[in-house]
């Protein structure tokens, strides 16, 4: 009889803690921004750390980007990376960079030579510039 009387107030602790993502893991809590803005691979943002080497510069590419004005989730992309690949350095001209990630593109349409390719999600490409 005590275990009913403590129900209502556990399953309310427990649908809390799933809403406000307490309950999830550490990786999941970390993607919930990406996710929230409709991008459709997450989990390519923890594959792009794996492979970018820590001390490495990156620089970012986009196919097809929405207008500034437009909330596409691609657009999303290079900002969430920005704080995802920390500590590796973004610079503003790709060509500048060891390493490329291309959201929405193949990675190779953009001049840039390149020794290897990886690609870490359906629409996402992470390229070694050759040098």
Known sequence: MLAAAHLP???????????????????TRQLRPIESV?????????????????????????????????SKPINWGPAFAGYWLLPRRRLGDPSAAQWLV???ADVRTFGIPVVRVYRVASDVEVAEVAR
């Open 9 to 27: 107030g556990d399953l309310r602790r427990a649908y809390d803690a799933a809403r406000n993502g307490s309950a999830a893991d550490r990786l």
């Open 38 to 70: 409709g991008f459709d691979h997450p989990e390519a943002f923890p594959a792009m750390a794996g492979i970018i080497p820590a001390s490495a510069t990156y620089g970012t590419v986009i196919g097809q980007p929405a207008s500034p004005t437009e």
């Open 102 to 104: 291309a959201f929405g």
